[in-house]
């Protein structure tokens, strides 16, 4: 941290300072520097980070007239240039960076000192649960005639369904591991019969790029998911079974092909559906829902480095479900959640409360059971 806090200061001293409106602060406060700012939010691509600056961070530097101090950004250790508020969205340029708030007092009364965030994690790339066209809540289903059909949300209603592909019925797998040719828009991954891998690229409006081959051999798994970013790299990941229950890691990397697979796992053979809801307990890192045979459904936290952190049932019944899935935040309150389609072709959403925990479902559409594939 000692390298980066030079690194930065010598940056600052070179930035222009954008001042940063306060209310009039007592003419006889005396100077205090504060802590250093935390950097709250999610660092995938699309998401916001927020710098949570102390109430009184170089309080009185300002002479009792405000402001006090300018927050800057840093990607990497370098100035984001015209990033000068508390809110930073990240975008695709930041992906695989590591991101930092400061706040530099704004007058030489607290003697031009800085105060530093930690970095972030590496910036993910976009995840699934952005959705096809930006959304953060979209579903992508396959009909038995090979149709692909669009869901998407519009405010607390839905989109009319739209078309957006034809003949993938010659497919057996079909997902979405986000963004995974590095271009910021969400993609496609499905395998044919002989075990060939095809990447579908998405063209950010529902649309498709020409299918390029990422692999061959993949018959040899009996199910395959995109989780997002596993292994805290910044690019999107993948994770396939085999049917003795071997679970493997095969790391994306960030150009629609891979680097080396890990294993991560065994005995994963008990489930019959991997969920990939990304980060379902808010710390950052993604995670997997599992379902057994009996219709348990664990929660396993990801460690953010490609492994795992702790495990624990979340829910019973879930064996009444056709589908299960995740597909992002359906409810809009900065939550992902789980959606499940009954026998009855129910369309159910399973509000999350962000910490593995739930607040709550119900039934958010009609005629979903004559699919053969949704996410």
């Known amino acids: 941290m ?90 695709q340029d930041d992906t695989g960076a ?7 007092a704004s007058t030489t009364a607290c003697g031009g000192e800085s105060l530093h965030s930690n970095e972030t994690k590496p910036v993910g790339a976009v995840n699934r649960a952005t959705g096809f066209t930006g959304r953060t809540f979209e579903l992508l289903t396959r ?25 993938f019925n010659i497919f057996n797998t079909a997902f979405s591991p986000g963004d995974f040719d590095g271009d910021g828009k969400s993609d496609m991954i499905v395998r044919d019969s002989v075990g060939g891998l095809y990447l579908f690229g998405g ?11 990422i692999g061959n051999g993949w018959n040899v798994f009996d199910s395959i998911i995109g989780p997002g970013d596993f292994n805290g790299d910044g690019h999107n990941d993948v994770l396939a079974r085999e049917p003795g229950g071997a ?18 796992g065994t005995g994963w053979n008990v489930m019959d559906a991997l969920v990939t809801p990304g980060d379902f307990n808010g710390d950052g890192n993604v995670d997997i829902l599992a379902r057994d045979r009996s219709g348990y459904l664990y929660f396993y936290g990801g460690n953010g480095a490609g492994g795992w952190a702790r495990s624990w049932m979340i829910g019973v019944g879930w064996n009444a479900l056709r589908f299960v899935g995740g597909a992002g935040d359906f409810n809009g309150d900065g939550f992902p959640d789980v959606y499940g389609v009954d026998q009855q072709g129910r369309l159910l959403s399973y509000y999350s409360d962000g910490r593995t925990g739930w607040k709550g479902s119900e039934a958010v559409g009609a005629g979903f059971g004559w699919f053969t594939a949704i996410f």
């Open 203 to 213: 063209d950010g409006a529902g649309g498709w790029k020409p299918a390029r081959s």
């Open 247 to 264: 679970l493997y890691l095969y790391p994306g990397n960030g150009a629609g092909g891979w680097l080396a697979r890990t294993a991560v």
């Open 2 to 91: 000692g390298t980066l806090r030079r690194r930065i200061a010598a940056a600052l001293l070179t930035a222009g300072a954008v001042a940063m409106a306060l209310g009039p602060l007592p003419a006889s406060a005396a100077p205090s520097n504060g802590p250093d700012p935390i950097v709250n939010g999610e660092a995938f691509v699309g998401k916001k980070l927020t710098a949570d600056i102390g109430p009184y961070t170089f309080y009185g530097c300002g002479g009792g007239k405000g402001p006090d101090f300018t927050v800057y950004w840093t990607r990497d250790g370098f100035l984001v240039a015209g990033e000068t508020t508390r809110s930073y969205t990240l975008e």
């Open 143 to 167: 009909a038995s005639d090979g149709s692909l059909v669009l869901y998407g949300r519009n405010g607390s209603g839905w989109d009319p369904a739209r078309t957006v592909g034809y003949g």
């Open 98 to 104: 590591r991101m930092a708030a400061h706040v530099t």
